[in-house]
């Protein structure tokens, strides 16, 4: 096979009909005709000799098995021509571009506003995309290609998986305001071990606080599970237990009109880093590199 028969062009079609779920959806996005968008992956499939999409006319084309392994590549190859292009234009002073990251759930409300308000303020020429997915999606989304950055706690991270730490976040606890140790300037979870616990139960959330409170020696009584930090809080703010988290909302108040209190932990105080995680297997672009910076500036100091 020739290179040459390979284009940017197909490839950029194969990524985005597989993204968005149809021909008519990309040929849309690219201004195109759906019939053009079919003609070119068909193109793509002939030159690489094997099928890349099942076309379906009542659910739409999806990517066969060599597809996903296709798309992978093909997410890449376009990123750093991309990548390429941009320097060209730039002569190495812009950063422009489309930067798709991804974000754990529970972080997300803490920096994804400040990162969509910022980066376009400091880079006017980045894009930048996000989406919301657990830890073990979020690197399989950092291995196939599907996001090139993702904000996550530095738990449950594999070997192929770089990180920069962004910045840490101690535990805490989360009492009732009226709680006999709301008011106290730092409480001991050995003190707390023998009342119902509310499990936040994001994972690894749960398994990450079992573990640490395991290591200390302490068993809690875990009275209700809930994978939504509200949810946590508000049944915190009602009175029926107590909780660990990481991140401190700048407020008090849950959702459902209570309160919570929070507390500093005065025996398990080792913080967890929030990271910015890449594959260790593919070079950084320019993009990345922008993005990591801004946020080790927006968020250091916390």
């Known amino acids: 096979m020739l290179l040459s028969q390979v284009t940017l062009r ?4 194969l990524v985005l009909t597989a993204e968005l779920g149809t021909f008519a959806a990309a040929a849309a996005r690219l201004h195109v005709s759906a019939a053009a968008v079919s003609l070119s992956i068909g193109e793509l499939e002939r030159s690489l000799g094997v099928q890349l999409l099942v076309r379906r006319r ?4 999806t990517p066969t098995a060599a597809g996903l392994e296709v798309l992978a590549d093909a997410r ?8 390429l292009e941009s320097a060209a234009r730039s002569f190495g002073t812009e950063v422009r571009g489309r930067l798709v990251i991804g974000c754990f759930p529970t972080i997300s409300p803490y920096v994804l506003g400040r990162i969509l308000e910022g980066v376009p303020r400091l880079h006017p020429e980045l894009e930048v995309d996000f989406v919301e997915d657990s830890v073990e999606g979020l690197q ?5 290609g599907s996001c090139e950055l993702a904000i996550m706690y530095d738990i449950g991270i594999e070997a192929d998986v770089a990180t920069t730490p962004l910045y840490s976040c101690p535990p805490y606890a989360v009492l009732a305001p009226d709680h006999p ?3 106290s300037a730092g409480v001991r979870v050995a003190d707390l071990i023998a009342e119902p616990m509310i499990m936040i139960d994001m994972p690894p959330s749960a398994e990450f606080f079992l573990a640490t409170l395991d290591r200390a020696g302490l068993r809690p009584w875990v009275r209700h599970r809930a994978s939504g930090i509200e949810t946590v809080r508000s049944l ?4 029926m237990g107590w909780s660990l988290l990481l991140h401190r909302p700048q407020t008090a108040a849950s959702y459902d009109g209570g309160s919570v209190a929070h ?3 005065t025996d398990l105080t080792d913080p967890v880093d929030v990271v910015a995680a890449r594959s260790a297997d593919v ?3 320019r993009r990345v590199e922008a993005f990591v910076s801004f946020c080790l500036a927006e968020f250091g100091t916390r």
């Open 76 to 83: 890449r190859v376009l990123a750093h021509a991309g990548e």
């Open 140 to 144: 399989r989304r950092l291995r196939e």
């Open 58 to 61: 009542a659910k739409g084309p």
């Open 236 to 239: 915190v703010g009602r009175g």
């Open 283 to 285: 070079r950084p672009t």
């Open 263 to 265: 507390v500093a932990l």
């Open 181 to 183: 140790l709301a008011r």
């Open 10 to 13: 197909q490839l950029e079609h």
